[in-house]
């Protein structure tokens, strides 16, 4: 069954396609390469990788021509810290609450009255 999504030439999917774990040493997705601390870097993709009944897929990266990853500014991680903490206060009561609020809650839960909590 795992040998259904063995394509390396691409001729029947476009590109080469391997099952899930059988991709040849060379090529990472994504989150491998952010691992590494690499980004694809504009490259186009290499392979795909198919796994469960092709509903899943993964697209391959050559870690060859793949760049350093970028470092924020300073500027950017404060911007960062800025928009995380005013998704962390309650607009109500204006209280860090260490977690985000769901975009559905008009407020922390102290805050919410009793007809905000039923329909949340």
């Known amino acids: 069954m795992s040998r259904v999504y063995w394509d390396p030439t691409g001729a029947e999917f476009g590109i080469p396609t391997y099952p ?12 491998q390469l952010a691992a590494l601390g690499l980004r694809p870097g504009g490259q186009d993709v ?3 990788v198919l796994w469960r009944r092709g509903k899943r897929v993964a697209y391959l ?4 021509q793949a760049k350093p990853k970028r470092v924020p500014s300073v500027a950017q991680l404060a ?5 995380m903490k005013a998704r962390r206060t309650c607009p109500r009561c204006l209280r ?3 977690y985000c609020l769901r975009k559905r809650w008009p407020a922390c839960l102290d805050c ?8 949340a």
């Open 79 to 83: 911007a960062l810290e800025r928009a």
């Open 61 to 64: 990266y050559n870690v060859d």
């Open 20 to 31: 899930y774990r059988m991709a040849p040493s060379g090529l990472a997705t994504r989150r």
């Open 96 to 98: 860090d609450l260490g």
């Open 112 to 119: 919410q009255t009793p007809d905000e909590k039923a329909a």
């Open 46 to 48: 290499q392979a795909q």
